[in-house]
């Protein structure tokens, strides 16, 4: 079965001990391991990147199309952090391995917090979006590849 693929951006490697009341009291490594285990139990195997520079994140994406299209890898379960709200170098990297799917996360609901967290250049390319669920929404967002692969 093909592979999913965790990205995690800037500052998550704090999660834990960063804003936990914003973020909550898991780490990167509880992350991590329920995701591997929802990405189990669908029969599929887990790989996991975090990067805290933007280009690691877009040569992971590059990579990430190329075994797509050689039917290795099922998509990317991404959260970019807060290059969410800035790069245009992430927007571009992912339209440029279309039809890979990323399913875009945020721990958080980015909508409720500052005003300048509300716009998201990775939005329009991805393939679906989980906001505020905690870091229940990874899984959900494997739920949610999972189920958009077996559409196509």
């Known amino acids: 079965m093909p592979v999913i693929l965790l990205l995690n951006g800037p ?5 834990g001990t960063r804003e936990p ?4 009291a898991a780490t990167l490594a509880d992350v ?3 995701c591997r285990a929802a990405a189990a139990r669908h029969g599929h195997t887990l790989e996991a990147l975090q990067s805290n520079h933007e280009g690691a994140l877009i040569d992971a ?3 990430a199309g190329q075994r797509f299209k050689a ?3 099922l998509g990317v379960v991404m959260n970019p952090g807060a290059y969410t709200h800035t790069s245009i170098a ?3 990297a992912i339209a440029g ?3 890979l799917p990323v399913m875009e996360v945020h721990i958080s609901n980015v909508h409720a917090r500052e005003a300048f967290r509300h716009h998201s250049y990775i939005s329009p390319v991805a393939a679906g979006i989980v906001v505020g669920m905690g870091i229940a929404g990874y899984e959900l967002a494997i739920e949610g590849l999972v189920r958009k692969s077996a559409a196509r």
């Open 97 to 99: 391995v279309a039809p």
């Open 71 to 73: 039917g290795e890898l």
């Open 90 to 92: 992430l927007h571009d």
């Open 21 to 24: 009341g914003t973020y909550g």
């Open 61 to 63: 994406i590059h990579a």
């Open 11 to 15: 500052n998550l490697n704090l999660l």
């Open 32 to 34: 991590e391991a329920n």
